[in-house]
């Protein structure tokens, strides 16, 4: 007998993408600026470098192509690369961090855009931003998230740099305090999101938006089960999130899940250590 996905699942298509990751040579939890982060508790660097670099060549595997920006020492959350920048049609909209604890992480993932990013484009922002830890493309729009980092001003910054339509979401639970740990772009017009963590107004927005949106249940949701990274047909994903990966499943999404064990220490996962570099198209 032979398995077939269910006949409304629409074929899903892989397309190469190129990301920037940061080898987390540097990695600890010696300070909190998020509720999953305990400096109490020992963080084992070299199983982080070797779940690291499984994501790595996992990605290498599928088709995409890596980049790898240099770590510094005294910046252990620097691994999170998701949060250096938001690159999208060769403009790469640099980040300003909230905490002083990341601030030279800025202008070091700026340099390495200026140096090696082929962009068309590049803006030193004014206002906070943490890059796709709350931007994130989907489709014509830029999804934008506030609450607890990037502030409002920045959603009408990213606006007039990159030009593409900013869908300002307020975040109201301290655990999911990134846009990226509690919404997934899955294709161009389907994403995936925890509605826990949305104001009522900005749930109803993304209903509106996204009638089909795969919804994750609280379980998926707090082993960062939303930080995920699709390229269009491959999710990958941490995990514990198995409600998560039967959704997408009977989506016709393939479901990879990887363990980032360590990673999640610090308060984040496989999107959080991934930036998506956007050529111009
Ligand atoms: N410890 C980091 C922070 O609190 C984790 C960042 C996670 N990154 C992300 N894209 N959500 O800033």
């Known amino acids: ?23 987390p040579t540097y990695f600890d939890v010696s300070y909190a600026i ?16 070797l779940q690291w670099e499984r994501l790595r060549a996992l990605y290498l595997d599928l088709g ?61 922002p004014v206002h906070v931003n943490e890059g796709e830890g709350d931007f994130l493309v989907a489709g014509r729009w830029l999804l934008a998230g506030t609450g607890f980092r990037s502030s409002r001003q920045s959603h009408a910054e990213a606006q007039e740099f990159l030009g593409r339509p900013v869908v300002s979401l307020e975040l109201v639970d301290d655990r999911y305090y990134h846009l990226d740990t509690a919404l997934a772009v899955l294709t161009d017009d389907l994403v995936m999101y925890n509605p826990a963590a949305f104001s009522p107004g900005s749930r109803a ?42 959704q997408l499943r009977e989506r016709g999404f393939e479901p990879i899940a990887v363990d980032l064990s360590e990673l999640l220490k610090g308060g984040g996962s496989v999107k959080c250590c991934t930036l998506e570099l956007r050529p111009r198209t």
């Open 64 to 124: 995409h192509t890596v980049e790898l920006i240099e770590p510094i020492p005294g910046l252990p959350d620097m691994v999170y690369a998701a949060n250096g920048a938001t690159v999208v049609d060769g403009l790469a909209l640099g980040a300003r961090f909230r905490n002083r604890e990341r601030a030279a992480e800025g202008p070091a993932y700026l340099d390495w855009l200026r140096a090696h990013g082929d962009c068309v484009d590049i803006l030193d």
């Open 205 to 246: 927005a993304l209903e509106r938006l996204f009638p089909d949106a795969v919804l994750a249940d609280p379980a998926d949701a707090e082993v960062f089960g939303l930080n995920a990274v699709s390229d269009g047909r491959h999710v990958v994903l941490p995990e514990g999130a198995v409600g998560l990966a039967a």
């Open 1 to 23: 007998m032979t398995t077939q996905s269910a006949p409304s699942s629409p074929v899903r298509r892989a397309e190469p993408r190129r990301y920037l990751m940061c080898r």
């Open 34 to 49: 998020n509720v999953w982060m305990d400096p109490d508790k020992p963080v084992d660097r070299d199983l982080a470098v």
